[in-house]
């Protein structure tokens, strides 16, 4: 072979030695910044949270009170709606009938009692004259009186009647929003057994949770202390957040404390009312309670998110003038917001790292560690008391 002829393969055999040689390592990530946050000293109350459930203020289930076949209805299901709006219709008919025939039996009533007393002004006029006996005088009387009492019982079967007639338009007993309906137009229905919605009153809502017999004490010995009557025990307000809220957005106020502890969960109910104009809220929903518990007091807070654990022991970094970042162990209190209050390890006004925790390596021998600050953030300004 000719050295012409050589050169194109050298080339190719220099190209494919050339795919298998290995890519360089891509450089090692850099290390994040470090963000530090001071320490702030506020005015805050300390809360308890609790686990609870929304309920109507008030709920009705609807039922028929007289019997009979379901004509119309009268409303659309879901709607909102104000007491006394029309609901069903049941077919008036046969009561319409019954009233008539109670009318009919009070108007035979009032005239043979008409009858009657016209008899009695005869009898007590002959009996004056001595142109009858006694005996017939007292048969005229007791005539007379069964009369009165027939028109008394008539007009107790029509007003009967009536009110029967009356209960074939059901209505709505509350104002409120009202459920689908359990029942279709041509069914039978019965009095005070076939249910035929609910109507449940959304605005304000209750909330009502159990709180733990630990708390319970808690406060209960602060209200004591306190001299606090159970007017002033429902002034005492109470926020609630939903299950896809963050925080506790909904003010309320306590509105009832049951009068005993369960004795399976060792709780007592307490319950909460809460505004509702919108409607979010509805039966049944989940919600989480926060009760305050005690006074306002001065505390030190830090971001929640400084706090690191070391065999179950809560420690931040504080660094200092110098940028000597310093390992500290805390005693935390109650989160507020995004704060956590500190009662024991930090000052007010301290920086403590809240990001870049891995750039932070103590030198065993010095104690601290010489950190590079990226930024200053502000602390929780958005926490809501």
């Known amino acids: 072979m000719s050295r012409r002829e050589l050169l194109p393969l050298l080339f190719l055999s220099a190209a494919a030695a050339g795919c298998d040689v290995a890519a360089p390592p891509p450089p090692p990530p850099k290390p994040p910044d470090v963000v530090v946050s001071r320490a702030l000293e506020r005015e805050v109350i300390d809360f308890e949270e609790f686990q609870g459930k929304t309920e109507a ?3 009705v289930e609807v039922r028929a009170r007289v019997s009979g076949y379901l004509d119309k209805v009268h409303f659309e299901e879901g709607s909102d709606l104000r007491k006394g709006d029309l609901l069903f219709t049941i077919d008036p008919r046969p009561l319409q009938a019954e009233l008539e025939r109670a009318e009919a039996n009070l108007a035979q009533a009032e005239a043979h009692h008409k009858r009657l007393e016209a008899d009695y002004e005869r009898a007590r006029s002959l009996l004056a004259k001595g ?20 028109i008394k019982s008539a007009r107790a079967a029509q007003s009967i009647a009536q009110l029967n007639l009356d209960y074939s338009r059901v209505t709505s007993p509350i104002s409120g929003r009202i459920s689908r309906r359990k029942i279709d137009p041509g069914n039978m229905v019965k009095a005070d057994e076939t249910a035929l919605t609910y109507v449940a009153n959304l605005d304000p809502m209750y909330v009502l949770f159990d709180v733990d017999e630990d708390n319970y004490l808690r406060i209960y010995r602060i209200l004591v202390a306190k001299e606090i009557t159970l007017a002033q025990v429902k002034e005492i307000p109470v926020d609630m957040g939903l299950r896809d809220e963050k925080g506790f957005p909904h003010r309320g106020k306590v509105n009832f404390v049951d009068n005993s502890i369960d004795a399976l969960s060792g709780s007592v109910w307490v319950r909460g009312v809460f505004a509702n104009p919108k409607k979010l809220l509805v039966p049944g929903l989940f919600a989480r309670v926060r009760l305050p518990v005690g006074d306002p007091h ?3 807070l830090i971001p929640e998110q400084a706090l690191a654990t070391d065999q179950g022991q809560k ?3 504080v660094v200092d003038d110098q940028k000597h970042a ?3 162990r805390v005693d935390l209190g109650a989160l507020h917001g995004s704060l956590r209050v500190v009662e024991k390890g930090v000052r007010p006004g301290e920086q403590i790292i809240v990001s870049g925790l891995q750039r932070v390596r103590a030198d065993p021998k010095k104690g601290y560690a010489e950190v590079e600050i990226a930024k200053e953030e502000p602390a929780g300004g958005e926490e809501k008391e």
Request: net charge negative.
């Open 57 to 59: 203020i008030e709920t």
């Open 131 to 150: 142109s009858t006996s006694r005996e017939e005088f007292d048969k005229v009387v007791g005539d007379r009186s069964e009369a009165a009492g027939a």
């Open 298 to 300: 001065r505390a030190v």
């Open 315 to 317: 420690f931040v970094w």
């Open 326 to 328: 310093t390992y500290r």
